[in-house]
Structure formats: C-alpha cells, structure tokens
C-alpha cells in the first residue's frame, strides 16, 4: 500500500473523498493533527497533536465486491483482535462502529463506498484510534479514552498503525 503522511489537515476521510482520483492504487492516508476529524452523523473526532492514529485507508477493488454490509464490524473485530493479542488490551465493539474500553471510547471506525453502475469505484475507511492522548476536551473527558489514559504507559503508535495497516490490507 502506497501512504502518504500530513503533519496537519483538516481530515484524512475528506482529504481521501475529494482527491481519489489522485490515487489509483490502494493508498494511506496518515496525519499528525487532524482539525476537523469526522465521525458518523456528523460529529467531531477529536485528534491531539501526534498522540493519536488519525489514518484513512483507499481500496480500489480488483475483485466484483457486491456486498459491503458488515465491512465496518469486521474491521472492529481485526482491530480487537490486534488488540488483545499484541499488546495484551481487551476492548469491546459497541455497535455500528465505536470499540470501547473501560466503558469508553476509544476508536472510531468510518467507511464509505462510491459506485459506478453496478461496480465499486472505492472503498474509504477511516479509524481514529486514541492512543497517547492524556487530555481530551471538557465535553469528551466522561466518554472518552485513550491507551495511556487506561494503562498509564505511552504506546509506539508507529507500530501499532502498521499493525492495523497489515490487517486490514485484504479486507476488500
């Protein structure tokens, strides 16, 4: 998969959706800070300085997918099973596309697809995943949380991108 990375921008899934047409092959879009993270119905995802996984994920589908229901639970079940296996953290699926942990969220999943006739143009998923973030926003600290909020110890977010970047690579 091709990435490309931002020190800033407004959102990786925005950014992905007006400029597909740039990408031709599957592709990464990763960014430090994000200014106007989106999560469903419109809300805000918040996304601190480089403490956190803000990435979006670009398929151009080789293959006739005709059914993408369920796309967003399974991407949720990979990122828990990473999750629990890797570094020992047990989060839970709270439906349509949040995982939670502790009660709180911590990972929000966002997908979109563009059709042309009867085939898939592309395929868009996004994840905001709290990582190292040790402040939220007054409005988020009772529903949020991140990895070390949970755990009091930082994570290598590198490695844990390229982990979910590895999973999700054939899930179209």
Same mark, same amino acid.
């Given at each position: 998969?091709?990435? !490309?990375?931002?020190?800033?921008?407004?959102?990786?899934?925005?950014? #992905?959706?007006?400029?597909?047409? !740039?990408?031709?092959?599957?592709?990464?879009?990763?960014?430090?800070?994000?200014? +106007?993270?989106?999560?469903?119905?419109?809300?805000?995802?918040?996304?601190?300085?480089?403490?956190?996984?803000?990435?979006?994920?670009?398929?151009?589908?080789?293959?006739?997918?005709?059914? #993408?229901?369920?796309?967003?639970?399974?991407?949720?079940?990979?990122?828990?099973?990473?999750?629990?296996? !890797?570094?020992?953290?047990?989060?839970?699926?709270?439906?349509?596309?949040?995982?939670?942990?502790?009660?709180?969220?911590?990972? +929000?999943?966002?997908?979109?697809?563009?059709?042309? +006739?009867?085939?898939?143009?592309?395929?868009?998923?996004?994840?905001?995943?709290?990582?190292?973030?040790?402040?939220?926003?007054?409005?988020?600290?009772?529903?949020?949380?991140? #990895?070390?909020?949970?755990?009091?110890?930082?994570?290598?977010?590198?490695?844990?991108?390229?982990?979910?970047?590895?999973?999700?690579?054939?899930?179209?």
């Amino acid at each position: 998969m091709k990435i !490309k990375k931002f020190k800033t921008i407004s959102s990786t899934h925005t950014y #992905l959706k007006e400029n597909n047409s !740039k990408y031709t092959e599957n592709t990464v879009i990763l960014a430090e800070e994000q200014t +106007g993270g989106i999560g469903t119905k419109g809300r805000n995802w918040h996304t601190g300085s480089n403490k956190n996984i803000a990435m979006s994920m670009l398929f151009r589908p080789q293959k006739n997918v005709k059914n #993408l229901e369920g796309l967003t639970i399974e991407i949720a079940k990979r990122i828990q099973k990473i999750m629990e296996q !890797k570094y020992n953290i047990k989060l839970t699926i709270k439906e349509p596309n949040d995982l939670m942990l502790n009660g709180k969220k911590i990972c +929000g999943i966002l997908t979109e697809s563009n059709t042309i +006739g009867n085939k898939i143009n592309y395929v868009i998923i996004s994840i905001g995943f709290n990582v190292n973030e040790d402040k939220f926003p007054n409005e988020l600290e009772n529903i949020a949380t991140s #990895l070390y909020k949970e755990t009091g110890k930082e994570f290598n977010k590198q490695k844990i991108i390229e982990d979910f970047i590895k999973t999700l690579e054939d899930i179209i």
